[in-house]
């Protein structure tokens, strides 16, 4: 009994955070949709378009401040998802859709925060990028043409700005979007499959104290 009431609790946190994790992905969404029409991802340009939303923009530190919140406090939630999901683990398909979603979904965004890292064009951006460059050369066979494809020649410049900001607003950000979509759907198909299961068992009990009454009175009489 205790256990039952235990799922039922991580049930609704799960669907509660799966609802979270859609508002959030749209909210990081929009806002960066926001962002890119003053955002200029070149090298040199990339900084001083930041800067310019921060201080100029109308409302423009707010919509980066959002973009930001939203973005970083996504992952914080998707990997809190994962765990309640792991401790309700039930292993029927609607639990195993929402579980793999989750962890797609909590690598997409990591993604996106991965790939946001060069598009301030900051100190601290370029140094960690180039630390996170020479780690992906650093992977046997396939390192070196990695690099090359993600920096578009080798070195950090304005094609690799590009490369990054197109992953971040065009793949990644449409993937989250579908994903937490998806994630939703499957948390809530597995409420529903949960809901039916315990009203059928609730029914079972029911007839079979009915049966046992019907027999008392039988035996009675
Ligand atoms: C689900 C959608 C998205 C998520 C989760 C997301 C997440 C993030 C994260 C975590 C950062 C780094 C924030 C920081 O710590 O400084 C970031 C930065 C950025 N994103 Fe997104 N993003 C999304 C969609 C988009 C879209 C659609 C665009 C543009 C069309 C975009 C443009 C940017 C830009 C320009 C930055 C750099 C802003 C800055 O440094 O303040 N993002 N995003």
Redesign the pocket.
Known sequence: MESTEFNRVLRRIATVLSVVIVT???V??????L??IY?E?AAGR?YQS?KL?TDQVQYGWLF?KA??I???G??AIALVQIVVLFLGRQFRKSWLSAWMSAILFTLT?IG??W???I??W?QE?FWRFSIELGTIEAIPLIGSQLREILTGGGAISTLTIQRL?TI???I??IA??II?VVHLLSVLWQEKQMKAQLSNSEGDNLASSNIQGAGASLAES
């Open positions: 959030l992905s749209l990081a969404a929009s806002t960066g949709i962002l890119s955002y991802p990339a930041l939303i980066r973009h930001n939203a973005g970083n996504v992952i965004v996106l925060s790939t946001a890292m598009l301030s900051d951006g900001y971040h607003s065009y990644l950000s989250a979007i937490s």
